[in-house]
């Protein structure tokens, strides 16, 4: 399996995001999973586009990325939290 | 540090306004009234608002986390209005969609990539009923900030 890169992005790249990618970090060591994750501003993401395998957002995207979309509010609310995370592990297994 | 000294002249109870942008207005004034933020904070977090919500539906009454660029901050604060009647706010990452909000948390946060204590206990706070319940029913400042202290330094 190969190491999966997943961007984590949300309008201003400080606070939902660092809440995010925290909680990712957790789940793929919790599930022994190597994740490459990067915090980023949603503005950023298209400079990643060649080399990320999956964009988890607390935003708005508003675009077509070749890799798939994962809404993450759920992290900051607890509602719906299992399925999100349950979306995000099928991916990074892959 | 990574705790947050909760003032009482950034709290803000029975907060009256009819829309999002009077209540952001509101806040980030009285944020740069008390030297927390830069006059800058004031447009910029009111436009970050429009083109990205922060409005998030709980199990208890909507909350919404309007914050902007550090460049804009002088010092890490949180302030925490009480509306008196809901106002919409946008959801976070949906499009034309609105949720009523009661709790206003407005960051101004000093880091990037940073305060990520803090903003857990925050989002621990949204996902307790019963606290924002209380805090949405409170009219006293100091009950307040006792109620989020307990929950955000510890």
């Not at chain 1, 809440?19 to 298209?46: F, G, H, P, R, Y």
């Not at chain 2, 946008?90 to 949720?99: A, L, R, W």
């Not at chain 2, 009661?102 to 101004?108: C, D, E």
Request: charge should be negative; charged fraction near 25%.
């Amino acid at each position: 399996m190969k190491k999966k890169t997943i961007l984590v992005a949300c309008g201003a790249g400080i606070a939902t995001s660092t809440v995010v990618n925290e909680a990712i970090l957790d789940m793929c060591s919790a599930n022994n999973i190597q994740a490459n994750l990067i915090q980023c501003k949603i503005t950023e993401v298209s400079g990643y586009l060649d080399s990320a395998d999956l964009l988890v957002t607390t935003t708005i995207t508003g675009k077509d990325y070749p890799f798939p979309v994962i809404n993450a509010r759920a992290f900051l609310t607890g509602i719906g939290l299992d399925d999100v995370k349950q979306q995000i592990l099928e991916e990074i297994k892959k | 540090m990574d705790t947050v000294c909760l003032e009482e002249s950034l709290i803000m109870v029975d907060l009256a306004g009819t829309t999002n942008e009077e209540v952001l207005q509101n806040m980030a004034r009285n944020l740069y009234e008390q030297g927390v933020v830069k006059e800058s904070y004031i447009d910029a977090v009111i436009e970050r608002e429009k083109t990205f919500p922060t409005g998030l539906p709980t199990l208890g009454c909507s909350v919404a986390i309007p914050h902007t660029d550090i460049e804009h901050v002088n010092r890490k604060a949180i302030s925490v209005a009480v509306l008196k009647n809901e106002v919409d706010f946008g959801i976070m990452g949906e499009i034309g969609t609105v949720t009523p909000v009661k709790l206003v948390f407005m960051l101004a946060m000093d880091q990037q990539h940073a305060q990520l204590k803090l903003l857990q206990s925050l989002m621990q706070i949204f996902q307790n009923e019963e606290t924002l319940n209380e805090i949405s029913r409170e009219h006293r400042k100091d009950i307040i900030i006792d109620l989020l202290e307990s929950k955000l330094n510890h």
